[in-house]
């Protein structure tokens, strides 16, 4: 189980940094965990984003996912 959702995790980094909302929306509906944040620098999601250069498109879908914004990984 837990391989499956680095799995999904995993791609969902990948649609966030090719801008893929359509990948993007189906990771997020398959279970990926936007409010986790793997990278080094334990980045928010959504600064993760902005640095990668995400579209409008793509911060909007995480925005409407629930992703907070704000947030900090622990």
Same mark, same amino acid.
């Given at each position: 189980m837990a391989n499956e959702f680095k799995a999904l995790n995993d791609a969902l980094d990948l649609a966030?940094? *090719?801008?893929? /909302?359509? *990948? =993007? &929306? &189906? *990771?997020l509906a398959s279970g990926a965990d936007i409010s &986790?944040?793997?990278h080094e620098a334990a980045e928010s999601a959504a600064r993760f984003a902005v640095?990668?250069?995400?579209?409008?498109? /793509? =911060?909007e879908a995480l925005r409407e996912a629930g992703l907070d914004m704000a947030a900090r990984a622990p």
């Open positions: 966030i940094d *090719m801008g893929d /909302v359509s *990948m =993007l &929306r &189906r *990771m &986790r944040w793997a640095i990668s250069n995400a579209s409008f498109e /793509v =911060l």
